[in-house]
């Protein structure tokens, strides 16, 4: 997150204040399971999937942290599991207990990820960290798609802010008709998505964080402040943005939950 010296000191006092309750620095290890449904044009059978994003593995998150949000993404018993960019926190460290509990995600369709602004900073060239997903069972979609199942196509593209995105490359291999679920860790690009995408999901935000009231959130790491902050958002396609699972810049998070997403997608018409 890039902060001005004005929002930095309101973050930091909104922080002090909610910690002499005990608040805030507990708040940022918690987190809630939001369940959420639409319709999908296209979609021929419903889909569950489960929407992981903002892991940020490394100085303020452990492998416990991650243990816990595998085993409620495995409860909710998704077809997809989708992990929306920054795995891992700018900041270094031994990658090998994230991968040791990513290995343990369950989905009948697979797992698949994109990468985010932390993921580049953080290792560069990327391409040791993607095969070491790969042998975890987690596919990365750069600029590109895949049909996981009959008239589902499931596109990921780089990072808007630190990688190469190129959303034609990635909508390139979709069957004509078919649904189409977009995966960008950033939600700005969603001005650029085209209309017949029928969801594109996105994190990168954490809803901000910290929240403070009449205020919302002090900072989203969007161009378009609060627009794409949190929620379903249009753009004028369709999205919907996670407050993501970990935390970035300090270890708090106020009036901001941190979420894992259960979502069902249903065909057009369906009760």
Sequence with gaps: MRLTRRQLLLWMLAGAAAATTGASVASAYRFRVVQRSATLAGLTAPLRLTLLADLHFGPFIGAGSVAAWVAASNAAGPDLVLL???????????????????????????????????????????????????????????????????????????????????????????PEGAATLLLSHNPDVLPEVPLDVGLTLCGHTHGGQVRLPFVGALVTSSRYGQRFAQGWVEGPARGYVTHGLGVSLLPIRVDCPAELTVLDLLPEGAA
């Design 84 to 174: 929306d960019g920054d795995l891992v926190d700018r900041r270094g460290g031994d990658v090998a207990p994230l991968l040791r509990e990513l290995a343990g995600l369950r989905a009948s369709l697979g797992t698949y990820a994109v990468w985010g602004n932390h993921d580049h900073v953080r290792f560069g060239d990327l391409s040791g960290f993607a095969a070491d997903l790969r042998s975890v069972g987690v596919e990365v979609l750069v600029n590109r798609g895949v049909a996981v199942r009959r008239a589902l196509y499931l596109a990921g593209i780089d990072d808007l802010r630190r990688g190469r995105p190129d959303l034609a490359a990635a909508l390139a291999g979709r």
